[in-house]
């Protein structure tokens, strides 16, 4: 690596830092934190086979700096699919197909929101996929959608 290449990847950090120190500002102005502790500490499997209410919360919970994103411009999950797939460990996980609502449906930073989404989901142990409706795509003009399918490291499905 060259120095240039160092100095980028050390501000690349510190900007990462910054971000992640805001967002999590942000959440906890705007959420109580003992309410999204107990949430983080729920199953997400026993909310799916209990069709609890607080599901889209508890996920909700598990975003990191993509929840601020989310907040700040009236966006939302909702859950278009849900299954419980059984591993090869034979523990059981849930594939998710993720829709959003509010705000973020037409946003054009959504590629970047739905990645967030998805890398913070799947970071949950009792998560194994996380799709997104394929209805999604019609928010997008013709240059946003083939962005999104070419670059946005999401997959799409039907519902």
Same mark, same amino acid.
């Not at 999590?24 to 309410?35: L, Y």
């Not at 609502?101 to 009792?126: H, K």
């Not at 194994?128 to 083939?146: G, I, K, N, P, S």
């Given at each position: 690596?060259?120095?240039?290449?160092?100095?980028?990847?050390?501000?690349?950090?510190?900007?990462?830092?910054?971000?992640?120190?805001?967002?999590?500002?942000?959440?906890?102005?705007?959420?109580?934190? @003992?309410?999204?502790?107990?949430?983080? +500490?729920?199953?997400? !499997? &026993? /909310? %799916?086979?209990?069709? #609890?209410?607080?599901? $889209?919360?508890?996920?909700?919970?598990?975003?990191?700096?993509?929840?601020?994103?989310?907040?700040?411009?009236?966006?939302?999950?909702?859950?278009?699919?849900? @299954?419980?797939?059984?591993?090869?460990? +034979?523990?059981?996980? !849930? &594939? /998710? %197909?993720?829709?959003? #609502?509010?705000?973020? $449906?037409?946003?054009?930073?959504?590629?970047?929101?739905?990645?967030?989404?998805?890398?913070?989901?799947?970071?949950?142990?009792?998560?194994?996929?996380?799709?997104?409706?394929?209805?999604?795509?019609?928010?997008?003009?013709? !240059?946003?959608?083939?962005?999104?399918?070419?670059?946005?490291? $999401?997959?799409?499905?039907?519902?």
């Amino acid at each position: 690596m060259s120095d240039v290449d160092d100095l980028a990847e050390a501000y690349r950090l510190q900007v990462e830092a910054l971000i992640e120190k805001e967002a999590q500002k942000r959440i906890t102005e705007a959420h109580d934190p @003992d309410e999204l502790a107990r949430l983080r +500490g729920l199953s997400l !499997l &026993s /909310l %799916v086979s209990s069709d #609890d209410p607080d599901l $889209v919360p508890a996920l909700m919970a598990r975003l990191g700096p993509v929840r601020a994103a989310l907040d700040g411009h009236g966006g939302g999950l909702l859950i278009a699919a849900c @299954d419980v797939k059984r591993m090869h460990s +034979g523990a059981e996980a !849930l &594939s /998710l %197909v993720i829709d959003l #609502d509010g705000a973020c $449906v037409s946003c054009g930073a959504a590629p970047g929101t739905l990645r967030g989404i998805q890398d913070d989901l799947l970071m949950d142990e009792e998560v194994v996929t996380v799709r997104f409706a394929a209805a999604m795509l019609q928010w997008f003009d013709e !240059l946003q959608r083939e962005f999104v399918l070419k670059h946005g490291g $999401v997959t799409f499905v039907e519902v």
